[in-house]
């Protein structure tokens, strides 16, 4: 403590340089322009908003779900569901991971289709050295990722209508691996569709 009180009056009195911080500034780099924009949010918000009120208080049916991102290429396809992470696991309705198993099983009868489940934090996808986790549909079905509809961790131990997935279990890549993934699906489809 004494030596440090020292470095200190010394410091402020200049008799010794002081020492040199190892600190290097955290460089972000930044992707190219988004291909897709946008452009009127307002109206984008308002088309979501009026599918809202398709399913009313007194009908039957209920819930609903969307798929996030579905590329189709010559035939093949690549489809990305993203999930927010709380508490390091991700959410999945049991209905929509039912129709994505079904939709996973359909699309390879005829052609090719990759189905990544992404898990992410508060992300800015812009940066390309930003970290999402990943599994694809093929690790779900060979059991790769638990299938858990309770918490593990004893969080809530009630059985819910969702399954629970851990982000120990996916894999963590960067948003560029991200992006490297789906061009090379796109190549493949390249290759080996009509």
């Known amino acids: 403590m004494a030596n440090n009180t020292s470095d200190l009056i010394d410091n402020i009195y200049e008799k010794t340089e002081p020492a040199q911080n190892d600190f290097k500034p955290q460089v972000i780099r930044k992707s190219q322009k988004a291909k ?48 927010g992470f709380h508490n390091d696991k991700i959410n999945i309705a049991k209905g929509q991971m039912i129709a994505y198993e079904k939709l996973h099983e359909k699309l390879n009868q005829s052609a090719k289709c990759y189905l990544y489940v992404v898990g992410c934090d508060d992300i800015d996808f812009s940066n390309p ?37 851990y982000r120990e279990y996916m894999e963590e890549i960067s948003v560029e691996k991200l992006r490297d993934i789906i061009d090379s699906h796109w190549k493949e489809f390249e290759r080996i569709m009509i």
Do not use: C
């Not at 949010?41 to 908003?49: A, L, V, Y």
């Not at 599994?135 to 004893?154: C, H, L, R, V």
């Open 36 to 83: 897709y924009q946008i452009f009127d949010e307002n109206e984008f918000t308002r088309g979501r908003e009026v599918l809202g009120d398709l399913i009313v208080h007194g009908m039957i049916a209920s819930g609903g779900t969307d798929i996030d991102w579905l590329i189709e290429h010559k035939g093949g396809f690549v489809i990305l569901e993203f999930k």
């Open 129 to 165: 050295d930003a970290t999402v986790w990943v599994f694809e549909m093929n690790q779900w079905k060979s059991n790769a990722i638990p299938k858990n509809t309770s918490d593990i961790y004893g969080e809530d131990s009630n059985r819910q209508n969702k399954y629970i997935v």
